[in-house]
């Protein structure tokens, strides 16, 4: 029992003596590497907990907003509630600058994003070291996004996003080539066509990997004009079309691959109730 007590002695002190010459050289490289002078956006996090077995660092209280003189196109203002770091590969971490990690856990976001230009002009991110994940969760996502160049906008609420086995080769470009197998849900997603004349509404969104099937408990088409001022605002001739449908199956779908081509591929696809009127 002496034997034993002073084993756990020993190793409760060396775990107390790492966590506490860890913690401040690990927030200290997070900060710098987050508020670099290059950066177009100010980072600040209210606590940062490290724990021992197994390695792992929480964030909690995250907040980014752009810096007022920024040059980038994406203007952003938001917050998460927590990011969990579970699993870190350490050795591999300090004397192969690779990144592996077990799982990461991102709760409660709620961003809010301005971009001001067109997609193409992004610049593509280029990683600098190999970066293996197994599994990514977005718990509980609340996302607005407007294009300030037109009248596009994009929104989604209560979004769960998880992402498996994520494994990014250095000096490849962060692109959704990196998404290999995704499950989804949401309790809806609202987009305004980037001419302003229409709003797509889905609710109710699920998406499971292993099935392969994207289900949609509705999803309405509404033009934000009446039929004749709609169709006086186009040079040509345009149907007004008003929709609603419910209860929709796409079967043999793969997310996976919808992301990278922007395809939309299925053998079969299956809707409960469709009313519709056109004009």
């Given at each position: ?74 203007d952003i203002n938001g917050e998460t509630g927590s990011i ?138 509404q033009p934000n004009y009446p039929d004749y001022d709609f ?12 929709a609603g449908f419910s209860n929709i199956f796409i079967r ?28």
């Open positions: 029992m002496k034997i034993l007590l002073g084993i756990v002695t020993i190793v409760l002190l060396i775990v107390f003596l790492i966590a506490l010459g860890v913690k401040p050289w690990v927030t200290r490289k997070i900060e710098i590497a987050l508020n670099e002078n290059k950066s177009d956006y100010i980072v600040t996090i209210d606590k940062i907990n490290i724990s021992i077995i197994p390695l792992g660092i929480g964030l909690e209280g995250i907040k980014i907003c752009s810096k007022k003189d920024h040059s980038g196109i994406a969990k770091l579970i699993g870190i590969n350490l050795v591999k971490a300090i004397f192969r600058k690779d990144i592996n990690i077990r799982k990461i856990v991102i709760f409660e976001s709620t961003f809010k994003v301005n971009i001001s230009s067109s997609r193409d002009t992004l610049i593509p991110i280029v990683l600098p070291m190999n970066i293996r994940i197994g599994n990514i969760l977005f718990d509980k996502v609340n996302l607005s996004v407007k294009n300030s160049a037109n009248a596009a906008s994009y929104s989604l609420t209560d979004g769960v996003l998880r992402l498996y086995d994520v494994h990014v080769e250095k000096q490849d470009t962060l692109s959704p080539e990196i998404i290999r197998q995704v499950d989804f849900e949401a309790k809806e997603v609202v987009s305004v066509s980037s001419d302003g004349m229409q709003t797509f509404q889905a609710g109710g969104i699920t998406y499971s990997a292993n099935s392969n099937i994207l289900a949609i408990n509705s999803f309405y088409v169709t006086s605002r186009y040079e040509f001739q345009k149907s007004r079309i008003e043999d779908f793969s997310a996976a691959d919808y992301f990278r081509s922007g395809n939309l591929i299925s053998s079969n696809i299956e809707i409960g109730k469709m009313d519709m009127k056109a004009f």
